[in-house]
């Protein structure tokens, strides 16, 4: 158990829906990261929020949005589905920024039907 | 941006032989992690690796920082059942006006498979 959780562990919706991922982070950990875990992409790193403040953006799209609350929790949006946002989302914490350490949570499956 | 090139893809083992991976980069890498995925669950982190020439070990693992810091190794040794699963490599890059700072790019894996 690393520490980190996420929520809801599956999750199954239609196209053209909003769907929002919930991530806690490891215990005294300041950073949040999303990843996308597809079989085509392998995983591919979306955003890092450090204490509240967007830190860092990978190839997200503009349909999906995160944000990092005062108790230091992290939530995924994703808005517009589409069949090929099938994937898995994880996310991981690391105690700040200067540290590469990351931990990942259990994921969220996401299926767009 | 940064590509991994992870090999072999897949590897199909006695128990007990040893087990040997590696990861090439691009461009310089300033951390190697490397890590283990189950289905259905999250990448669990084995070893992290902080300097060039770096030889870490965690148990029947070891794990080697490349001297030009574009490469990485992890080597398992009696190999057991309980080793199967996915293998990554994961590197930070220095960070670039703070445009890649804290994010891990990821190699594609390596499916590890023990026959008993």
Known sequence: ?113 | GQQLNQSPQSMFIQEGEDVSMNCTSSSIFNTWLWYKQDPGEGPVLLIALYKAGELTSNGRLTAQFGTTRKDSFLNISASIPSDVGIYFCAGAAPADRGSTLGRLYFGRGTQLTVWP
Do not use: M
């Not at chain 1, 239609?14 to 990843?35: E, F, K, N």
């Not at chain 1, 946002?85 to 105690?95: G, K, M």
């Open chain 1, 1 to 113: 158990d690393s520490g980190v959780t996420q929520t809801p562990k599956h999750l199954i919706t239609a196209t053209g829906q909003r769907v929002t991922l919930r991530c806690s982070p490891r215990s005294g950990d300041l950073s949040v990261y999303w990843y996308q875990q597809s079989l085509d992409q392998g995983l591919q790193f979306l955003i890092h929020y450090y204490n509240g403040e967007e830190r860092a953006k990978g190839n997200i799209l503009e349909r999906f949005s995160a944000q990092q609350f005062p108790d230091l929790h992290s939530e995924l949006n994703l808005s517009s589905l589409e069949l090929g946002d099938s994937a898995l989302y994880f996310c991981a914490s690391s105690v700040d920024t200067g540290n590469n350490e990351q931990f990942f949570g259990p994921g969220t499956r996401l299926t767009v039907l």
